[in-house]
């Protein structure tokens, strides 16, 4: 079983609307949560970071954790065709180096006009 | 500040060349990790340096090594190089215990 899984899509959405993200891991340890965007041809960028349970919000980001289900999500309100991308899921697994991120597949968003 | 820098952005290999990417932050940053990126795979951790003088295998270290320099710099070295290893190859850098990682632009490597 992977470590952390994400549906691979692609995900397309109609502008304006709301666009719904999915991960799951596997380490019922893990601590830190995060959602990267990555263009296409780009490097990952950092949108957001969770630890706590419930929800977390930036802007027209939403990123909501359920460590009892192991379950984290993001949702982007209002979505722009700027958005369209692949969103991935990090997950820390810590070791005894103090920890790394492991990162799900990816999901392409794509948002039509 | 640059945040993290690699070198070179695109480089074509024949099997069995050698070749080490490089990587640099300025960012004063203790742990650096180097990750490769295949199609429909996310990213795949190589190796990593928690703190300058470490280093620790990853989830696909086979045909790699690694140097970290000092503790600005970690370096990816591929002895003899296989199309199997044709990538784009991110490096990445973050604050021990932070977690939150910052990568840099990749390298785009290609292994005839």
């Known amino acids: 079983q992977k470590e952390v899984e994400q549906n691979s899509g692609p995900l397309s959405v109609p502008e304006g609307a709301i666009a719904s993200l999915n991960c799951t891991y596997s380490?019922?340890?893990?601590?830190?949560f995060f959602w990267y965007r990555q263009y296409s041809g780009k490097s990952p960028e950092l949108i957001m970071s969770i630890y706590s349970n419930g929800d977390k919000e930036d802007g027209r980001f939403t990123a909501q954790l359920n460590k009892a289900s192991q379950y984290v999500s993001l949702l982007i309100r209002d979505s722009q065709p700027s958005d369209s991308a692949t969103y991935l899921c990090a997950v820390n697994i810590r070791d005894n180096q103090g920890g790394k991120l492991i990162f799900g597949q990816g999901t392409e968003l794509s948002v039509k006009p | 500040n640059a945040g993290v820098t690699q070198t070179p952005k695109f480089q074509v290999l024949k099997t069995g060349q050698s070749m080490t990417l490089q990587c640099a932050q300025d960012m004063n940053h203790n742990s650096m990790y180097w990750y490769r990126q295949d199609p429909g795979m996310g990213l795949r951790l190589i190796y990593y340096?928690?703190?300058?003088?470490?280093?620790d295998k990853g989830e696909v270290p086979n045909g790699y090594n690694v140097s970290r320099l000092n503790k600005r710099e970690f370096s990816l070295r591929l002895e003899s190089a296989a199309p199997s290893q044709t990538s784009v190859y991110f490096c990445?850098?973050?604050?021990?215990?932070?977690?939150?990682?910052?990568f840099g632009p990749g390298t785009r490597l290609t292994v005839l």
């Open positions: 340096s928690a703190s300058e003088g470490t280093t």
């Open positions: 990445a850098s973050s604050e021990w215990g932070t977690d939150t990682q910052y």
């Open positions: 380490d019922r340890g893990s601590q830190s």
